[in-house]
């Protein structure tokens, strides 16, 4: 792989397992002062990933505030808008609502937000389930490209990216190390 100048280009390492600790705990932080506490919310991952970030949130807030929030999954694969242009259909991932989200502040939790189409399948998702006092937005890292008008409260970290370009989030739950790629576009 090479840029227009001849220039070998590489995957770059844009946050490793301290950074991606420290920004979760900042979010953590943030939640918890913009909601004066954390009695009335909820945590939702988006699963594979965001499922696992709620997890260490939910730790980070518990180690804050010592109250553990409820933590579950909003799976979002059968409300996705490519499904039917999709040859395979997407498995079914993991959908777990701990409690009634009526009248919570539930935060929903992405690993990498993109073009909000995800976010927007969520959504749709969470809707089914009940009708929360309002519904937040964090995610890891924030990499622009939005083609639908979503945008996070909360943002570990945004990385400008190329639209060719991947972000790769690997979490050692998952992965066996905990680290943020950008891979290079082909």
Not at 159 to 172: F, N, Q, R
Request: net charge neutral; charged share 25%; proline share 5%.
């Amino acid at each position: 792989m090479s840029d227009k100048a001849g220039y070998a280009m590489k995957n770059r390492l844009v946050m490793d397992a301290v950074a991606i600790d420290r920004a979760l705990a900042r979010v953590a932080h943030e939640i918890i002062e913009r909601n004066k506490g954390v009695e009335d919310i909820v945590i939702l991952g988006i699963p594979t990933r965001g499922y696992h970030l709620a997890l260490r949130l939910q730790a980070a807030i518990e180690a804050i505030e010592k109250m553990k929030p409820p933590v579950g999954a909003v799976d979002a694969t059968l409300y996705r808008d490519d499904l039917t242009i999709k040859k395979d259909q997407p498995p079914l991932k993991k959908m777990d609502i701990p409690i009634s989200i009526d009248g919570r502040t539930v935060i929903m939790v992405d690993d990498v937000l993109f073009t909000g189409r995800t976010v927007r399948a969520a959504l749709n998702a969470l809707m089914d389930f009940g009708r929360p006092h309002s519904i937040q937005l964090a995610t890891l890292v924030d990499r622009g490209h939005r083609e639908l008008p979503v945008k996070a409260d909360y943002v570990g970290k945004n990385i400008p990216t190329g639209l060719k370009e991947a972000v790769l989030v690997h979490l050692a739950e998952i992965d066996g190390v905990s680290e943020v790629i950008v891979e290079a576009a082909p």
